[in-house]
T-cell receptor, first 115, second 111 residues
Framework: SQTIHQWPATLVQPVGSPLSLECTVE??????LYWYRQAAGRGLQLLFY??????ISSEVPQNLSASRPQDRQFILSSKKLLLSDSGFYLC??????????????FGSGTRLTVV | QKEVEQNSGPLSVPEGAIASLNCTYS??????FFWYRQYSGKSPELIMF????GDKEDGRFTAQLNKASQYVSLLIRDSQPSDSATYLC???????????FGAGTRLAVHP
């Protein structure tokens, strides 16, 4: 069966510090991968998605970036965090194109507080 | 701009009652529809998906889809306090692609 791992679960970082969040998927190949952010009491905001190694699409301009160095690994980074980067970060995967859309499976999330 | 609209709630229902959650979407080309449940502080988990007009039942949950009215709903029968959570509606095209999420409806089931 497929599983998605996301870490760390909680992170407190000072303003201006770098960020690296990692997500890995097991039990499937060539997944589509997504990074979402959820601000407190708000909906899900799509940040990045990827359909393959090295292929990253950005949804919103900001000081975040994403990379996919391996098929089942997705990394969210920042060189300098802002207070507004605080939130609940979620990684998700879905099957690649060609089959029915079974929706996303989310990782357990990272709660980031920038202080 | 493709949109998915949900009433933010809270929707308060007594234990044992039927909870009805509603969602409308703007893209007539949408083909796949999903309901996620999100407990406070946790990540969303998929509870139902539906592709065709009509009803789809899974245990206490029933998803209803009306593409002509661009409307999808989730019914929860015999609501339990453990059903208290935020329910997210998500809409997407038939194959792979990005899902559009609503902001969610908060459901509170009181004993």
């Amino acid at each position: 069966s497929q599983t998605i791992h996301q870490w760390p679960a909680t992170l407190v970082q000072p303003v201006g510090s770098p960020l690296s969040l990692e997500c890995t998927v097991e039990g499937t190949s060539n997944p589509n991968l997504y990074w979402y952010r959820q601000a407190a009491g708000r909906g899900l905001q799509l940040l990045f998605y990827s359909v393959g190694i090295g292929q990253i699409s950005s949804e919103v301009p900001q000081n975040l970036s994403a990379s996919r160095p391996q098929d089942r690994q997705f990394i969210l980074s920042s060189k300098k965090l802002l207070l507004s980067d605080s939130g609940f970060y979620l990684c998700a995967w879905s099957r690649d194109r060609g089959g029915p859309n079974y929706g996303y499976t989310f990782g357990s999330g990272t709660r980031l507080t920038v202080v | 701009q493709k949109e998915v609209e949900q009433n933010s709630g809270p929707l308060s229902v007594p234990e044992g009652a039927i909870a009805s959650l509603n969602c409308t979407y703007s893209d007539r080309g949408s083909q796949s529809f999903f309901w996620y449940r999100q407990y406070s502080g946790k990540s969303p988990e998929l509870i139902m998906f539906i592709y065709s007009n009509g009803d789809k039942e899974d245990g206490r949950f029933t998803a209803q889809l009306n593409k002509a009215s661009q409307y999808v709903s989730l019914l929860i029968r015999d609501s339990q306090p453990s059903d208290s959570a935020t329910y997210l509606c998500a809409v997407g095209p038939g194959g792979y692609n990005k899902l559009i999420f609503g902001a969610g409806t908060r459901l509170a089931v009181h004993p």
